[in-house]
């Protein structure tokens, strides 16, 4: 039977503490949101199925900060796409997230979806995860009973769409470990269209350019597998040489052994697994091209 | 429990307001149905189209996603704080200048974006501006004139001049200035009357069952819920149709799609009606689906309907095609496909219904026909047609989706039975599986040429699917027949058009009408036999192509008007300019570009009684009123009406007011559908306004003893040469003392005759539009990418009413031509529909768009008004194959099956090593 949306309940806590005492209380009935671009989609495309009450966590200012600290870069939970895309510190350390936050939807999705929002729904499909993925982020959980943990990235997720997220947990930040001089990093997507798409592959690069070889090689794949994936045999094989298109190539049998793209009504494996291979081409490029202007 | 509203504050256009608003209240609900907000529009719900985005502490937000408790202390900006119409905004103004709007569903929207981008990045190029409105979809405009108005509300000053309003002027619409500022009232803004109910439709999660039962009894007993209605409620007869009735208004016993309307739960608000509905318990047995119309004409498939699944079979032969093609030095053969395509009206589906206390209704909704609404209506209802009266409200666009009749009926039928009125709205997902799509067809071609290129003999099959019902099929197979060889001249011509009965939702009218469909065939076809005969594109069309003396495949001689060599050889030479300013492509990248030659036939042809009609009159007040039953949804029929009345009888616009689409008060014109309405109530109208203007001149002139020939009505009153006689006002009480009538009607019928029902020969249709399209493509050889960067649409008109309105006709047309080309495919699985929303059914956005360069050519028809045809459907159909030619230059790979995806160009192109392009390449 449907639940009547009249019978849902809705929080707007106005602090933090007070967010995680009614999580704490509510557990899993109660569905954190934020700027709601993918609740109230699922919402609506299945209201007998959403939970019986809302959090949203949208008027907490202190999720919304981007801030430098000494080793990393915080960013709070509800960042928007539209706040990280004209961050003056995201554009100087991690132009990856810049341009990954430009490839969000259109405007009106970019002023209110947000990176934790992005990262929580658990899509493989979300553009902001390749990045966190290769920087990599430290994902910052916090509960009323149990305090503050720390997560890597990589172990957020256990599944589609399943994460290390406890019912009494909320997402409150990701820090972002200061790249060391000469680091480049780069987000690329291929979508049905040209604007406002969700995508149907996508990869993030960084790597620090020492001379004009790759070291400390992070590459990440969106779309591809159940969740975002890091690619380590084909990072090995990167390590120590130097970005060009044809070193895609080179190693494109490695890459397509590390992804396991499906059949969908936005792409098919076939095509995936090629463009992996173009999106990689399309990133070692770039990053030959800034290495050539900074050695020039 | 149902929660306590909460008290929220926000600041709306500037006013202060505190507001008590359950929690879960989306923001687009409060501004439109609890402050009256109208202008911000919801067009699918999902944050995809971008006609609910309101301005939020100055940021561009969909209202749809955004929950009301969510923006307390937030100060929010709607179209409705820009402007108004009498004072608007420079934005809004500009839009009204460049003609950017037009069914203007979109358009609120649209503007608080212009608005915000102007603000933001007042330099921004035409590309950037694509890029940053991206998030605000539009059906009809293609874009062009919308970025026009960017760049015009740029320079901050904006005026459209009162004059300028005669044929021929680019006069801007007149319905623009309520459009652009949101004072539009369509359906779903109406008023809520008193005692309004709300309906919500159960629909079937099953594709092919028996239906055996309906249980209401828990839905009824759920509080709010006040009556369920289904099929044994219909008081008159249970099924309908356009071209049959075999079609349940609510399922009796046969379920034969997913989403067929079983039952509507009526209930006191929208909240309530959900909840029944999601009570209604729907007992079914399954039935073997049937997926495809092969499978439907395969021995032993389950039978749809009664006489068999073949719902459609015409034929057509000229000459002996046989023999002909026995004689031919090349034969060739191909196959093509094309997939279903939805309208996407941004307005999805609307009724709102009003008892007349003595057992009648009034129905306002969207539509493409009142008379045919208030027949399907009235018959459901066991209503006499007086009884019923339908009204069109302004309307979101229609493209041949709104001919078929959902809500309305289900509307009518509550207001009836219920004595209350009852306010039906559709979500987007539910336009997008429950109404008619474009029939999916695979169209086999074989022509024989002579040695030097002629073609002597054409063979062509077609097998369509129009799903569970019929719809329009006959009539859409008809004009399948009639265009399928393209305009060419072919002396001997088999053709073999079947539509089947399927499981997959319904199909039925769609811009282009089934010619969209054999046009993409055909002309994809004729650069293959080009091809073959080893001549250009060009020649080959040139040596084949109807001309005023020759005949097309029913044995009809063109006559009159037949622009197509001119649109052909002007698009062509515009394009080859074009090109050559182009700098060279990209690495990794291939150009080419793609001719495609059309006809196609206006009005509803086949001898069908093809009828305008309008009455004009001057009012008391000094005004001349124009009354037809055609209606505007878009393109702009009040203003070409108001133009060609202006025209005649020498006033401005402000002494013409234009009154449509209503079943009681203007003369039945047939449907706004065919391309036809400013053809033939075009010419209705400038008929009636002529004789009035005569009659009441020549009354005139012998009142006050004057020459006729120095009479003339003027703006400012009756005139003789320099001098004003009267006031209209005044002129119009002498002719009441003296007792000459002040209304005249006047009626125009377009010919065609019937087609012969074994040889498809006769009149077909009359007049016939022409155009040529050339598409430019740049073709990414690795990821397959396909982006169109140019577009030449040359379309011979006959006489261009109003230019702005005829451009606009062509980039909007365009826009739906590019989508069917690249990505549009309504897709089933096994029968149930995949692509429910705009997020999985992708339609052109601003940067899928280039600039389209319309070329308008003028061969005046003699018949039609100031020489005028149609314009609506050529300028989709000329560019799917178009683009497919195009694509097909760049790679030297043809595609023939709809849509042309990165998947497939790509699948092609990896099996030719050293193609273009390998050594530079790029990923």
């Known amino acids: 039977m449907a639940r009547s949306l009249a019978e849902i309940r809705f929080y707007t806590p106005k602090t933090l503490e007070e967010a995680l005492a009614i999580r704490a209380a509510e557990r899993s009935d109660a569905m954190p949101m934020a700027g709601g671009t993918d609740v109230m989609v699922w919402r609506r495309a299945a209201p007998d199925e959403g939970p019986a009450a809302y959090l949203s966590l949208w008027g907490l200012r202190e999720l919304k900060q981007i801030t430098k600290r000494q080793s990393c870069i915080e960013i709070g939970a509800t960042a928007t796409f539209a706040q990280l895309a004209r961050s003056p510190l995201l554009r100087e350390n991690f132009p990856a997230l810049v341009e990954a936050a430009r490839h969000v939807g259109a405007a009106q999705i970019q002023n209110r979806a947000t990176i934790g929002g992005n990262v929580v729904n ?67 997507k291929v979508g049905s269209r040209r604007a406002q798409t969700i995508s149907k592959v996508m990869a993030a690069l960084q790597a620090r350019l020492d001379g004009d070889t790759l070291h400390g090689v992070a590459l990440a794949y969106g779309s591809v597998a159940p969740t975002v994936i890091r690619l380590p045999r084909t990072e090995a094989l990167l390590e120590g040489c130097s970005p060009s298109e044809r070193l895609a190539d080179d190693v494109s049998g490695t890459l397509n052994q590390e992804i396991a793209p499906i059949d969908d009504l936005r792409s098919t494996a076939a095509y995936r697994r090629f463009a992996a291979v173009g999106l990689l081409r399309r990133l070692l490029r770039r990053c030959a091209a800034a290495q050539g202007r900074a050695a020039a | 429990m149902p929660e306590a509203p909460v008290e929220i504050t926000m600041t709306i256009n500037g006013v202060p307001r505190t507001i008590r608003t359950p929690p879960d209240r989306r923001l687009l609900d409060l501004l439109r149905d609890d402050l009256g907000l109208t202008g911000t529009k919801e067009g699918c719900g999902c944050g995809e189209c971008g006609a609910c985005t309101v301005l939020v502490d100055g940021a561009l937000v969909n209202a749809c996603l955004l929950l009301a408790a969510q923006a307390d202390g937030a100060s929010i900006t709607t179209v409705e704080g820009l402007g108004t119409p009498e004072s608007p905004s420079v934005v809004q103004a500009a839009f009204v200048a460049e003609t950017a709007s037009q069914c203007g569903y979109s358009t609120p929207g649209m503007v608080v974006a212009v608005t915000k981008l102007l603000e933001d990045h007042p330099e921004a190029s035409r590309d950037e501006a694509r890029r ?20 015009r509300a740029r320079s901050g000053h904006v005026t459209f001049p009162a004059g300028a309003d005669g044929v021929g002027r680019s006069a801007w619409r007149v319905d623009a200035l309520d459009k652009v500022t949101g004072r539009t009232r369509y359906a779903a803004d109406l008023p809520w009357p008193e005692g309004l109910l709300h309906g919500v439709t159960v629909r079937s999660t099953e ?35 356009n071209a049959t009735p075999d079609q349940p208004v609510l399922v009796v016993d046969h379920i034969r799609f997913y989403g067929e309307a079983i039952a509507v739960v009526l209930a006191e608000s929208l909240e309530a009606a959900r909840d029944g509905a999601a009570a209604v318990e729907v007992v079914t047995e399954p039935l073997p689906p049937v997926t495809s119309p092969e499978a439907a004409l395969a021995d032993g498939a389950p039978l749809l309907h009664p006489d068999g699944n073949l719902a459609v079979h015409h034929r057509l032969s000229r000459g002996d095609a046989r023999a002909a093609m026995a004689r031919a030095d090349v034969v060739v053969e191909r196959t093509y496909r094309t997939p279903a395509q939805e309208h996407v009206c941004l307005e999805p589906e609307v009724a709102v219904a009003y008892p007349d206390g003595a057992g009648g209704v009034t129905v306002k909704a969207p539509s493409q026909n009142v008379f045919f609404d208030r027949h399907h209506i009235a018959r459901a209802l066991g209503l006499s047609k007086n009884r019923v009266r339908m009204i069109q409200t302004p309307t979101g666009a229609a493209f041949g989706g709104r001919e078929d009749v959902y809500a309305h009926t289900h509307a009518a039928l509550g207001a009836v039975l219920t004595g209350r009125p009852t306010r039906i709205v559709w979500t987007r997902e539910e336009s997008q599986v429950a109404t008619t799509k474009r029939h999916p067809a695979v169209m086999q071609y074989k022509a024989g040429l002579s040695s030097n290129g002629k073609i002597l003999a054409m063979e062509i099959r077609v097998l369509a699917d129009t799903g569970a019902y019929q719809s329009w099929a006959p009539n859409i197979g008809r004009k399948m027949l009639v265009h399928a060889t393209g305009p060419y001249d072919v002396e001997n011509v088999s053709t073999d058009i079947r539509m089947a009965y399927t499981n997959n939702g319904i199909s039925g009218a769609f811009r282009g009408f089934g010619a969209t469909q054999v046009l993409f065939a055909a002309e994809c076809f004729a650069d293959e036999l080009a091809t073959a005969a080893g001549l250009s594109p060009v020649a080959f069309r040139r040596l084949n192509h109807l001309a005023i003396g020759r005949t097309t495949a029913t044995g009809q001689k063109i006559t009159g008007s037949c622009g197509l060599a001119e649109c052909m050889d002007r698009a062509v030479a515009e394009a080859e300019r074009m090109a050559s300013l182009r700098p060279p492509p990209p690495p990794g990248t291939v150009r080419g570009r793609g001719l495609s030659t059309i006809y196609y036939g206006i009005g509803y042809g086949n001898a069908i009684p093809d009828i305008g009609s309008a009455i004009v009159e001057l009012l008391p007040e000094g005004m001349f009123q124009v009354r037809c039953g055609a209606v505007e949804y878009g393109q702009g029929l009040l203003t070409v009406f108001t133009q060609i ?116 020969q006769g009149n077909a249709y009359w007049p016939y539009a022409f155009a040529a399209h050339v598409a430019g493509v740049e073709v ?86 100031f020489g005028a045809k149609g314009v609506g459907e050529p300028v989709l159909v000329a560019l799917p194959p178009a683009i497919a030619n195009a694509v097909a230059a760049a790679t030297g790979k043809r595609f023939r099956e709809l849509p042309i995806l990165p998947e497939d160009v790509r699948r092609a192109l990896c099996g030719r090593p050293g193609n273009a392009g390998s050594a530079t390449e790029e990923g």
């Open chain 2, 207 to 241: 594709v092919h069952a028996r239906l055996v039962e309906v249980r209401t009894g828990r839905a009824l007993a759920m509080p709010g819920v006040v009556r369920v209605l289904t099929s044994k409620d219909i008081p008159g007869e249970t099924h309908f149709g």
């Open chain 1, 122 to 188: 658990g899509s493989p499909a979300g553009d902001s995860l390749p990045v966190l993925a290769v920087a990599p982020a430290m994902v910052v959980l916090t509960s009323k009973g149990r305090g503050t943990r720390r997560v890597p990235f990589g172990a957020f997720y256990t599944g589609y769409r399943q994460t290390v997220l406890e019912d009494d947990e909320l997402l409150v930040s990701f820090e972002l470990p200061l790249p060391p001089p000469g680091t480049w990093s780069g987000f690329e």
């Open chain 2, 132 to 151: 940053h409105l991206s998030g605000n979809l539009c059906r009809c405009t293609g874009y062009r004139q919308i970025l026009n108005a960017v760049e």
């Open chain 2, 645 to 760: 009345a202006a025209e005649v009888l020498g006033v401005g616009r402000g002494h013409i007011r234009v009154m449509t689409g209503d079943s009681a008060e203007t003369p039945d014109s047939g449907s706004t559908v065919a391309s036809r309405q400013t053809y033939v109530s075009g010419e209705a109208v400038r008929r009636a306004a002529e004789r009035l203007r005569t009659e009441l001149l020549e009354f005139a002139a012998q009142h006050w003893q004057r020459r006729l020939d120095r009479l003339t009505f003027t703006s400012d009153g009756l005139a003789a040469g320099g001098d004003i006689l009267c006031s209209l006002e005044a002129f119009h009480r002498i002719c009441v003392e003296k007792g000459v009538r002040t209304r005249r009607q006047a009626r125009f019928k377009a010919s065609s005759t019937r087609l012969d029902l074994e040889t498809g």
């Open chain 2, 780 to 865: 990414d050889t690795r990821t397959g990418n396909v982006r169109v960067i140019s577009i030449v649409a040359a379309h011979d008109v006959g006489k261009a009413i109003n230019p702005a309105m005829v451009e606009g006709q062509i980039a909007g047309g365009a826009a739906q031509g590019l989508g069917f080309a690249l990505f549009e495919n309504h897709r089933f699985d096994n029968g149930v529909p995949l692509t429910r929303n705009l997020d999985t059914y992708r339609i052109p956005g601003f940067t899928d768009m280039p600039d389209v360069v319309p070329i308008l050519v003028e061969e005046p028809e003699p018949t039609g008004p």
